[in-house]
C-alpha cells in the first residue's frame, strides 16, 4: 500500500451512490437529488469514480498545507513574544495586545493552538450549564449589577504590598460597566461611587446587589426602624431607586463574571501601562480601559431607550449621600456626637427647644452638618465637656434679643378655669334650657 487517502462519511455516502448506478438500482437522477448535486456533478464523479476508485472522491487539498498559512518564522516570533511579554495571558487577549504592542495581526484561536501545541496555555473545560439564564432587562438603565472586589490588582506595587478594592457596576441590559478604585467596600466609598455614577449617567430604575453588610441589615433581631435598613438603602430610597439583593452569586452572574475578567485582564493591563497608583489607576479606567471595554464586550440591547433619570436640583446629593444620625438636644443646647461636644450658637434660623431631636450628617467631604426640620444649625465644636456657669437660655433662634419665646402650658388644679363645672340637663323635656353652673366649694 503506496497511499493512505483520507475520506469523509459524505464522499463514502457519494461513492455509496455511485456504486448503485452502476449496479443500475438507481439512476443518475435519483441520486442527484438524493445528494443534493445536479445531474452533471454526478456524471463527473461517476467517471473519476470508475476510473480510480473511491480515493478518487477525496478533495485534493486535503492533507496539503494551506496557501494563508503562516510561516515558520513569524510563528517563532509570536510564541517568543508570548513567552517572554506574555506568559500569563489568554490566547484572545495575547492576540489583541500582539496586534495592538507588536503589529503582529494573527487569530485568537491559530495562536489558541500555538500555544496549546507548546505548552503555554491549557485547554479549559467548561462546567456544564445547569441553571437557567435571567432573561436581560430590555433598556438601557433599568438594573444595574453592582459588587466590590478586594484584589491584588497591582500585583504587589502599591506600599506594603497592599491590596486595593474595585467597586464596578454593570447594566443589565447592555454589559456596559462603569468602575473605579475605591479604600474599602464600605458606606462611604459606596456613596461616592454612586454618586460619580448619578453624575455621569443619571439615576437608574433598580440597583441589584449581595447581602453584605454595606447593604443589608442582616441581624435578624432588629426591632428600630431606622436600624431595619442600612444607611445605603436609606439614600437610595430618598434618591427613588430601587435595591434588590440576590439572594446567590449565580443570581448576579453577569457582575460575578466580570470580576473574572477583570482580574486577568485590568491587572496585565496595569502593568503594561506601568501604573503603580490608585490615583492615576482611576485615570486609566476612565479615559482608555472602560471605553475599550465597552466596546468589545457590550451587547445590543432589546430597546434603544435610555430610561437613566437625570438628577434634578430636587435631588440633593450632598445631602442625602451622607451618614446620617439621630440624636437629641441637651438642656445646655450641646449634642454629644462620637466623642465629641457640639455646642449650638445662639443664633439659628429657626426655633430650637431642648430635648429636639436632630440629624446629624457626616458628607463625603468628612464634614458634619446639624440639621432641625429643613434648617441647618450653626455649631461650634467644643475640645471638652461644657460647664455651665449661667443659666442657659430657654431657647435658640434668629432673634438674639429674644429672652423668653411664646410656650403653652398646662394651667395649675387651683387656677380659675378649673373652679367652674357644667351641671347635666335633659335636653328634650327643655331645648331652650341653658346650662346651669355650680360653684365648686
Same mark, same amino acid.
Given at each position: 500500500?503506496?497511499?493512505?487517502?483520507?475520506?469523509?462519511?459524505?464522499?463514502?455516502?457519494?461513492?455509496?451512490?455511485?456504486?448503485?448506478?452502476?449496479?443500475?438500482?438507481?439512476?443518475?437522477?435519483? #441520486?442527484?437529488?438524493?445528494?443534493?448535486?445536479?445531474?452533471?456533478?454526478?456524471?463527473?464523479?461517476?467517471?473519476?469514480?470508475?476510473?480510480?476508485?473511491?480515493?478518487?472522491? #477525496?478533495?485534493?487539498a486535503r492533507g496539503n498545507p494551506s496557501h494563508n498559512r503562516l510561516s515558520q518564522t513569524?510563528?517563532?516570533?509570536?510564541?517568543?513574544?508570548?513567552?517572554?511579554?506574555?506568559?500569563?495571558?489568554?490566547? =484572545?487577549?495575547?492576540?489583541?495586545?500582539?496586534?495592538?504592542?507588536?503589529?503582529?495581526?494573527?487569530?485568537?484561536?491559530?495562536?489558541?493552538?500555538?500555544?496549546?501545541?507548546? %505548552?503555554?496555555?491549557?485547554?479549559?473545560?467548561?462546567?456544564?450549564?445547569?441553571?437557567?439564564?435571567?432573561?436581560?432587562? /430590555?433598556?438601557? %438603565?433599568?438594573?444595574?449589577?453592582?459588587? %466590590?472586589?478586594?484584589?491584588?490588582?497591582?500585583?504587589?506595587?502599591?506600599?506594603?504590598?497592599?491590596?486595593?478594592?474595585?467597586?464596578?457596576?454593570?447594566?443589565?441590559?447592555?454589559?456596559?460597566?462603569?468602575?473605579?478604585?475605591?479604600?474599602?467596600?464600605?458606606?462611604?466609598?459606596?456613596?461616592?461611587?454612586?454618586?460619580?455614577?448619578?453624575?455621569?449617567? %443619571?439615576?437608574?430604575?433598580?440597583?441589584?446587589?449581595?447581602?453584605?453588610?454595606?447593604?443589608?441589615?442582616?441581624?435578624?433581631?432588629?426591632? $428600630?426602624? $431606622?436600624?431595619?435598613?442600612?444607611?445605603?438603602?436609606? /439614600?437610595?430610597?430618598?434618591?427613588?431607586?430601587?435595591?434588590?439583593? #440576590?439572594?446567590?452569586?449565580?443570581?448576579?452572574?453577569?457582575?460575578?463574571?466580570?470580576?473574572? =475578567?477583570?482580574? $486577568?485582564?485590568?491587572?496585565?493591563?496595569?502593568?503594561?501601562?506601568?501604573?503603580?497608583?490608585?490615583?492615576?489607576?482611576?485615570?486609566?479606567?476612565?479615559?482608555?480601559?472602560?471605553?475599550a471595554f465597552n466596546i468589545r464586550f457590550s451587547v445590543t440591547p432589546r430597546s434603544d431607550?435610555?430610561?437613566?433619570?437625570?438628577?434634578?436640583?430636587?435631588?440633593? !446629593?450632598?445631602?442625602?449621600?451622607?451618614?446620617?444620625?439621630?440624636?437629641?438636644?441637651?438642656?445646655?443646647?450641646?449634642?454629644?456626637?462620637?466623642?465629641?461636644?457640639?455646642? !449650638?450658637?445662639?443664633?439659628?434660623?429657626?426655633?430650637?427647644?431642648?430635648? /429636639?431631636?436632630?440629624?446629624?450628617?457626616?458628607?463625603?467631604?468628612?464634614?458634619?452638618?446639624?440639621? !432641625?426640620?429643613?434648617?441647618?444649625? =450653626?455649631?461650634?465644636?467644643?475640645? =471638652?465637656?461644657?460647664?455651665?456657669?449661667?443659666?442657659?437660655?430657654?431657647?435658640?433662634?434668629?432673634?438674639?434679643?429674644?429672652?423668653?419665646?411664646?410656650?403653652?402650658?398646662?394651667?395649675?388644679?387651683?387656677?380659675?378655669?378649673?373652679?367652674?363645672?357644667?351641671?347635666?340637663?335633659?335636653?328634650?323635656?327643655?331645648?331652650?334650657?341653658?346650662?346651669?353652673?355650680?360653684?365648686?366649694?
Amino acid at each position: 500500500m503506496n497511499h493512505i487517502h483520507t475520506i469523509s462519511s459524505k464522499e463514502l455516502n457519494r461513492a455509496t451512490m455511485l456504486q448503485r448506478i452502476i449496479n443500475k438500482t438507481i439512476t443518475q437522477k435519483d #441520486a442527484a437529488l438524493s445528494l443534493g448535486l445536479t445531474d452533471r456533478q454526478v456524471r463527473r464523479m461517476l467517471v473519476k469514480y470508475r476510473a480510480e476508485g473511491t480515493a478518487r472522491l #477525496a478533495h485534493k487539498a486535503r492533507g496539503n498545507p494551506s496557501h494563508n498559512r503562516l510561516s515558520q518564522t513569524i510563528k517563532d516570533q509570536v510564541i517568543e513574544l508570548v513567552k517572554t511579554k506574555y506568559p500569563d495571558f489568554g490566547p =484572545t487577549f495575547a492576540a489583541e495586545k500582539l496586534a495592538e504592542r507588536d503589529n503582529l495581526n494573527i487569530n485568537h484561536e491559530t495562536l489558541r493552538n500555538l500555544m496549546i501545541k507548546e %505548552g503555554i496555555w491549557q485547554h479549559k473545560k467548561r462546567k456544564p450549564i445547569h441553571r437557567m439564564r435571567r432573561e436581560r432587562r /430590555a433598556c438601557y %438603565g433599568d438594573m444595574e449589577q453592582f459588587d %466590590g472586589c478586594h484584589h491584588d490588582w497591582f500585583e504587589g506595587r502599591l506600599p506594603n504590598r497592599a491590596w486595593a478594592t474595585l467597586l464596578a457596576s454593570r447594566d443589565d441590559a447592555n454589559n456596559i460597566i462603569y468602575a473605579r478604585f475605591l479604600d474599602y467596600e464600605g458606606t462611604k466609598p459606596v456613596m461616592i461611587f454612586w454618586r460619580d455614577y448619578f453624575k455621569i449617567y %443619571g439615576k437608574p430604575i433598580t440597583i441589584y446587589l449581595d447581602r453584605h453588610s454595606t447593604y443589608k441589615v442582616n441581624d435578624k433581631n432588629a426591632l $428600630d426602624d $431606622d436600624a431595619m435598613i442600612t444607611q445605603f438603602e436609606r /439614600a437610595m430610597k430618598e434618591v427613588n431607586v430601587e435595591v434588590i439583593h #440576590a439572594n446567590s452569586p449565580q443570581a448576579k452572574g453577569r457582575i460575578e463574571n466580570l470580576f473574572g =475578567t477583570l482580574q $486577568d485582564r485590568l491587572v496585565k493591563e496595569l502593568r503594561l501601562a506601568n501604573i503603580n497608583d490608585v490615583k492615576e489607576a482611576n485615570i486609566f479606567l476612565q479615559d482608555k480601559f472602560l471605553p475599550a471595554f465597552n466596546i468589545r464586550f457590550s451587547v445590543t440591547p432589546r430597546s434603544d431607550i435610555d430610561i437613566h433619570r437625570p438628577v434634578t436640583t430636587r435631588d440633593n !446629593l450632598i445631602a442625602i449621600l451622607s451618614v446620617q444620625t439621630k440624636r437629641y438636644i441637651n438642656e445646655d443646647f450641646t449634642i454629644r456626637f462620637k466623642n465629641q461636644w457640639l455646642q !449650638l450658637t445662639k443664633v439659628q434660623p429657626t426655633l430650637v427647644l431642648p430635648k /429636639a431631636q436632630v440629624t446629624i450628617e457626616e458628607r463625603l467631604d468628612n464634614t458634619i452638618y446639624i440639621r !432641625l426640620s429643613n434648617y441647618y444649625l =450653626t455649631y461650634v465644636k467644643l475640645t =471638652t465637656k461644657p460647664v455651665i456657669t449661667e443659666k442657659p437660655p430657654i431657647a435658640l433662634t434668629s432673634n438674639p434679643n429674644l429672652k423668653k419665646p411664646r410656650t403653652y402650658t398646662t394651667p395649675s388644679s387651683n387656677h380659675p378655669w378649673r373652679k367652674f363645672t357644667l351641671l347635666p340637663y335633659n335636653i328634650s323635656s327643655n331645648p331652650k334650657h341653658k346650662p346651669l353652673s355650680k360653684k365648686i366649694t
